[in-house]
Structure formats: C-alpha cells, structure tokens
C-alpha cells in the first residue's frame, strides 16, 4: 500500500537547485538520489512512500530501471509531496519546428547512433538552407545558455538533435557531411550540458559520440575540442593526469586544427598541472596558450562557432583557477575579480561558477567579511541557473569558514539555507 500521507519536508526542501532540477526534468532516479540525501531516508522507507519495493528504489537509482508508468509517476509526486508548482512551473520546452523526442535521460538514446547510419523510411527533405537555419539555431541556443543555464534547454537540444538525425536519409554528397557535422556539434552541447547538471556519465557518452562523428565529418577542430571536454570532465573529477593527459591528446588530435582549439587544449592540459601542485608545468602551458589566442584573435573568422567564448577575459579566469589550484590565493583573487568585472551580465552562468570561486579564494585568504559577501551576493544566480558546481563550490566556502570558526559563516549557512 502506498503511504497517502506525504511525508512533513524539511523547511525549503523542495527549493534546493538539485532536488527542483530532478523534478522538472522528471529525472526520478536524481530525485530519488538527493531526496535521501537531503532528509537521511532509507531506500526501503522512500519505497514504502511511494508504493515500491526496496529492490525498485535501488533499481531506479542505479538507472538499471526507468519509470514510464504513468500510475507509478503519480505515486511517487503523492508519496514525496512533490509541490504542484514544480510541476506545473517547471521549463517549458521553446516552441521550435522539430521533431518530439521522448526523453528519459541526459545521456543518448540507444537508437540515435541507427539513426545516424542507416537510411530511414520517409527521409526529410535536406538542403543547405535547411542546415544553414539549424547552424543558427544552435548558435543562438548556446548564448542562451549563457544566461538561462543548461537545464531548460536540454530537452530542446534532444530534439534537435533527433531532427539532425532524421535528416541523414535524405542527405546526400557534401550535404550527407555537414548533417554529421552537425550531429557532432549537437552532442557536443548536450554533453556540455549533461556535464554542467552534474551528470559525468552521460556527459562522457555524449562526447563519445561528438568525436565519433566529427572524424566521420572530418571535423579536426570538434575532434580536438571534444578531447579537451573529456580533459575539463576529468578536471572536475579532480584527476589531474587524466587531464593533462587529454589535453594533450588534444593537442596531437589531427593537423588543422585552429589556433583557438589548439590554445584551449593547451590550458585544459595547465589545469592538470595545477591540480597536481605543478606550478611551472602549469604557467608555462598558461603562457603558450595565451599566445595561442592572442593569435586566434587576429583571425576570429578562421575559429568555429564555438568558440565564441573563448578570448582574453575567459582565459584571465582560467588563471584564476589555476592559481587556486595551486593555493595560490591572492593571486586568484585579483585574476578572477579582473574577468568577472568584465563578464557581461547576460552571462549568469559564469558569473554564478565565477564567483562561488572568488568566494572560495576570498575565504582561503583570509578575507571573511568579504567571501561571505561575494558567496551572497551570487546565490541568487547559482539558483537560478540550477548549477550544481556553483552551488557546491558556495557550500565548499562556507564549511571553509566554518572550520576556520569565523562567526561570519553563520550568516552564509543561513543564507544558503533560504534556498
């Protein structure tokens, strides 16, 4: 029998970017997850809530299970006492002439590679207006990303993916090549994305594919790029050899590629250093790849659209980073102050990552009153956009403080509590 009586939420329960994420992108396993890790619920009292047995919980947390039932959805938005605003005021897919795609997850659908390499019935008509009007597309969503996060766009970018792929039938010659390209830079995207939610595996398929289909294209510069993801990827996981590993992978991937991916791959592979405490391996790699973009910036039109972001600002706060890295703290600070100063303010997503470091800096060296303001001051945003490393790096600041005793932290406890 499932327990009608829904559960009495800790205060804000539902307020957290984590916990209303899972719920507006209906991910049950993710909800199931971090609803037990935020109220210290057993996976055989959440089954008695919703109506499943333990052994279904542990299925469904460990994605071995997907909830497509209808009646058992229901059970579980009664049993938890998901609010109905979440429901009903959760991301509203952008109206975009594409094809509907069913999503159960961030990471690939198993038929999507079929359907890149096998014809299909009906194939769409395919021209190069058709895929000049998809490039825009997705260039115009991966500014909006900027500013609204990946969350709300992750289901849009699915199905236009499943509309790239739905072209392939019908392409044809140098048409046929710019459909994989495409392809290949819509799971680029989505991996990005799945990466930014916080979930490295599905992040990790979907650069799979990305590469795949960029050396199927013949696409040097997403092959490189793709390898210095993974590298970002293994940078995030805190392992530094893999990073510099990759990044050096990247480096050697294919001749061709532009001066701006050859610069990015240089300094994913000086983040490496830097998280192994490498300062002169991590400067001097910080040093070429300056010059790498300094050179790209003489030629922005030779650099693909991607790399729209990457320029003097960008790279002034990934010396940041690595200066962190390397506990170097008041040199981060004034390097990461100087890039978000000049961040526009569209960009709420590198302002919310940005500066929950700066805040992380500000407290390691010391400056209290100041880290706690700039952590505050940033909170709105990291809600906002639903990032769960902005979010974390803010509660990395705040048990800083903490453990330093400094009074101050209660008032960024508190503060972070209200949301």
């Given amino acids: 029998m499932v327990n009608q009586s829904a559960p009495e939420p800790a205060p804000n329960l539902w307020t957290h ?59 579980i938005i009664d049993g938890l006492g998901v609010p109905a605003e ?10 975009t002439p594409v094809s509907s795609l069913g999503l159960t997850s961030l990471a690939p659908d198993p038929d999507l590679l079929d359907r890149l390499t096998k014809v299909v019935a009906s194939p769409a008509r395919v021209d190069h207006a058709t895929l000049d009007w998809l490039d825009r597309l997705l260039a115009e969503h991966r500014r909006a990303e900027d500013d609204l996060g990946s969350r709300p766009l992750i289901g849009i970018m699915r199905q236009q993916l499943s509309t790239v792929a739905d072209l392939y039938a019908g392409a044809s010659g140098v048409l046929t090549t710019r459909v994989v390209r495409l392809a290949s830079e819509h799971a680029q995207f989505l991996a990005w994305m799945a990466q930014d939610q916080g979930d490295s ?93 300094y050179r790209a910036a003489e030629r922005p039109e030779d650099e693909p659209p991607w790399m729209y972001f990457y320029g003097e600002n960008w790279f002034t706060l990934q010396r940041g980073m690595a200066e962190m890295h390397l506990r170097h703290w008041d040199g981060a600070v004034d390097l990461l102050r100087t890039g978000i100063s000049a961040l526009p303010v569209q960009y709420r997503r590198d302002r919310a990552w940005y500066g929950a470091c700066l805040a992380h800096a500000l407290a390691a060296a010391g400056h209290v009153d100041t880290a706690v303001q700039t952590a505050v001051d940033c909170a709105d945003d990291a809600a906002d956009v639903g990032r769960p490393h902005a979010w974390n790096e803010l509660h990395t600041t705040a048990a800083l403080l903490l453990r330093r005793g400094a009074p101050q932290a209660r008032t960024l406890v508190d503060a972070l509590r209200d949301y």
């Fill in 201 to 293: 595996a599905a992040a990790l398929a979907w650069y799979d594919r990305s590469h795949e289909w960029a050396l199927e294209a013949d696409e040097p510069d997403m092959a490189a790029t793709t390898l210095s993801m993974k590298a970002h990827l293994a940078w995030s996981a805190g392992n530094g050899q893999r990073c510099v590993r990759l990044g050096q992978a990247a480096r050697r991937a294919s001749p061709g590629v532009s001066l701006g991916v050859q610069g990015m791959a240089a300094q994913m592979e000086a983040r490496g250093h830097a998280l192994a405490g490498q300062a002169d391996a991590a400067h001097r790699l910080l040093d070429e790849a300056e010059r790498l973009i």
């Fill in 86 to 95: 979440l429901l009903t005021g959760a991301p509203q897919p952008i109206p």
């Fill in 17 to 75: 970017p984590r916990l209303a994420a899972a719920v507006a992108d209906e991910n049950w396993q993710q909800l199931f997850r971090v609803w037990r890790q935020l109220t210290g619920t057993s996976q055989t009292r959440l089954g008695a809530l919703v109506g499943l047995a333990q052994s279904d919980v542990s299925e469904i947390e460990r994605g071995r299970r997907r909830v497509t039932s209808s009646e058992v959805r229901q059970r």
